[in-house]
Protein backbone atom coordinates (compact mmCIF):
# COMPACT_ATOMS: atom_id res chain seq x y z
CA UNK A 1 0.00 0.00 0.00
CA UNK A 2 1.04 3.61 -0.48
CA UNK A 3 1.28 3.91 3.26
CA UNK A 4 3.70 1.50 4.16
CA UNK A 5 5.50 3.06 1.20
CA UNK A 6 5.69 6.32 2.41
CA UNK A 7 6.53 4.77 6.37
CA UNK A 8 9.23 2.42 4.46
CA UNK A 9 10.71 5.80 3.29
CA UNK A 10 11.95 6.97 6.32
CA UNK A 11 13.94 3.34 6.84
CA UNK A 12 17.67 3.49 5.28
CA UNK A 13 18.24 1.92 2.19
CA UNK A 14 20.91 -0.42 3.32
CA UNK A 15 18.62 -1.69 5.95
CA UNK A 16 15.63 -2.28 3.81
CA UNK A 17 14.95 -5.56 1.71
CA UNK A 18 11.62 -4.80 -0.07
CA UNK A 19 8.48 -3.45 1.31
CA UNK A 20 5.53 -5.56 0.76
CA UNK A 21 4.53 -9.02 0.39
CA UNK A 22 7.41 -11.71 -0.84
CA UNK A 23 5.73 -13.47 -3.59
CA UNK A 24 8.66 -16.19 -3.88
CA UNK A 25 12.36 -17.27 -3.69
CA UNK A 26 15.00 -17.80 -6.68
CA UNK A 27 16.36 -20.83 -6.04
CA UNK A 28 20.10 -21.58 -6.14
CA UNK A 29 19.68 -22.91 -10.18
CA UNK A 30 17.93 -19.03 -10.87
CA UNK A 31 14.72 -20.09 -10.86
CA UNK A 32 11.85 -18.26 -8.79
CA UNK A 33 9.41 -20.84 -6.65
CA UNK A 34 6.52 -19.35 -5.57
CA UNK A 35 5.46 -18.86 -2.02
CA UNK A 36 2.10 -19.24 -0.28
CA UNK A 37 1.84 -16.13 0.49
CA UNK A 38 1.41 -14.95 -3.25
CA UNK A 39 -1.72 -16.95 -3.10
CA UNK A 40 -4.59 -14.33 -2.32
CA UNK A 41 -2.56 -12.12 -5.07
CA UNK A 42 -2.76 -15.12 -7.88
CA UNK A 43 -5.80 -16.66 -6.72
CA UNK A 44 -8.80 -14.19 -8.11
CA UNK A 45 -6.78 -14.13 -11.43
CA UNK A 46 -6.21 -17.82 -11.73
CA UNK A 47 -7.14 -19.15 -15.27
CA UNK A 48 -6.85 -22.80 -14.36
CA UNK A 49 -8.24 -23.95 -11.07
CA UNK A 50 -8.77 -27.07 -9.60
CA UNK A 51 -11.21 -28.19 -6.78
CA UNK A 52 -10.31 -31.24 -4.40
CA UNK A 53 -12.79 -33.59 -1.97
CA UNK A 54 -13.23 -32.31 1.41
CA UNK A 55 -11.64 -35.76 2.10
CA UNK A 56 -8.69 -34.87 0.11
CA UNK A 57 -8.45 -31.45 1.31
CA UNK A 58 -6.44 -32.43 4.72
CA UNK A 59 -4.08 -34.51 2.77
CA UNK A 60 -3.18 -31.60 0.57
CA UNK A 61 -2.64 -29.10 2.81
CA UNK A 62 -0.46 -31.48 4.49
CA UNK A 63 1.52 -31.23 1.21
CA UNK A 64 0.84 -34.29 -0.70
CA UNK A 65 0.01 -34.35 -4.37
CA UNK A 66 -3.62 -34.57 -5.02
CA UNK A 67 -4.85 -37.78 -6.49
CA UNK A 68 -7.78 -38.17 -9.19
CA UNK A 69 -9.56 -40.08 -6.69
CA UNK A 70 -9.61 -36.69 -4.37
CA UNK A 71 -10.18 -34.40 -7.79
CA UNK A 72 -13.56 -32.84 -7.51
CA UNK A 73 -13.47 -30.49 -10.33
CA UNK A 74 -10.82 -29.06 -13.03
CA UNK A 75 -11.09 -26.34 -15.35
CA UNK A 76 -11.73 -27.35 -19.05
CA UNK A 77 -8.82 -27.66 -21.44
CA UNK A 78 -6.06 -27.45 -18.72
CA UNK A 79 -3.11 -28.64 -20.22
CA UNK A 80 -0.57 -31.14 -18.53
CA UNK A 81 2.65 -28.78 -16.75
CA UNK A 82 0.30 -26.08 -16.35
CA UNK A 83 0.06 -24.05 -13.54
CA UNK A 84 -2.78 -24.36 -11.21
CA UNK A 85 -4.64 -22.79 -8.34
CA UNK A 86 -6.19 -25.55 -5.99
CA UNK A 87 -10.12 -24.79 -4.27
CA UNK A 88 -11.68 -26.29 -1.62
CA UNK A 89 -15.69 -27.46 -3.32
CA UNK A 90 -16.49 -24.46 -1.13
CA UNK A 91 -14.58 -21.91 -3.71
CA UNK A 92 -11.77 -21.31 -0.50
CA UNK A 93 -8.15 -21.29 -2.05
CA UNK A 94 -6.04 -23.95 -0.47
CA UNK A 95 -2.73 -23.59 -2.37
CA UNK A 96 -1.17 -23.78 -5.96
CA UNK A 97 0.78 -26.77 -7.80
CA UNK A 98 1.33 -27.87 -11.26
CA UNK A 99 -1.07 -30.37 -13.11
CA UNK A 100 0.20 -33.53 -13.71
CA UNK A 101 -2.07 -34.60 -16.19
CA UNK A 102 -4.24 -32.65 -18.66
CA UNK A 103 -7.75 -32.51 -18.63
CA UNK A 104 -7.98 -35.28 -21.11
CA UNK A 105 -6.01 -37.67 -19.56
CA UNK A 106 -7.64 -37.14 -16.11
CA UNK A 107 -11.12 -38.81 -17.22
CA UNK A 108 -9.43 -42.17 -18.28
CA UNK A 109 -6.47 -42.26 -15.26
CA UNK A 110 -6.67 -44.83 -12.66
CA UNK A 111 -7.68 -43.41 -9.34
CA UNK A 112 -4.25 -43.61 -7.40
CA UNK A 113 -2.55 -41.41 -9.81
CA UNK A 114 -1.51 -37.92 -9.37
CA UNK A 115 -3.13 -35.26 -11.39
CA UNK A 116 -1.91 -31.94 -9.50
CA UNK A 117 1.87 -31.71 -8.03
CA UNK A 118 1.98 -30.13 -4.38
CA UNK A 119 3.93 -26.59 -4.77
CA UNK A 120 2.54 -24.93 -2.02
CA UNK A 121 -0.63 -24.61 0.59
CA UNK A 122 -1.98 -22.45 3.11
CA UNK A 123 -0.55 -25.08 5.51
CA UNK A 124 2.97 -23.78 5.14
CA UNK A 125 1.85 -20.83 7.54
CA UNK A 126 1.73 -23.57 10.59
CA UNK A 127 4.33 -26.16 9.21
CA UNK A 128 6.95 -23.22 8.05
CA UNK A 129 5.60 -20.54 10.56
CA UNK A 130 9.27 -19.66 11.66
CA UNK A 131 11.01 -19.78 8.27
CA UNK A 132 7.96 -18.43 6.11
CA UNK A 133 9.07 -14.67 5.02
Known amino acids: SEKLLKLAASVPRDSLVAPGTCFGKFTKSQKFRLSVTALDFLAPYAK ?5 KPGSE ?9 LK ?3 GRI ?4 A ?3 GVVVYSMADVPLGFGV ?3 STQECRKVDPLAIVVFHQADVGEYVRNEDTLT
Open 99 to 101: AAK
Open 80 to 82: QYQ
Open 58 to 66: QSFLYGNHV
Open 48 to 52: YKVWV
Open 69 to 71: SGL
Open 75 to 78: TEST
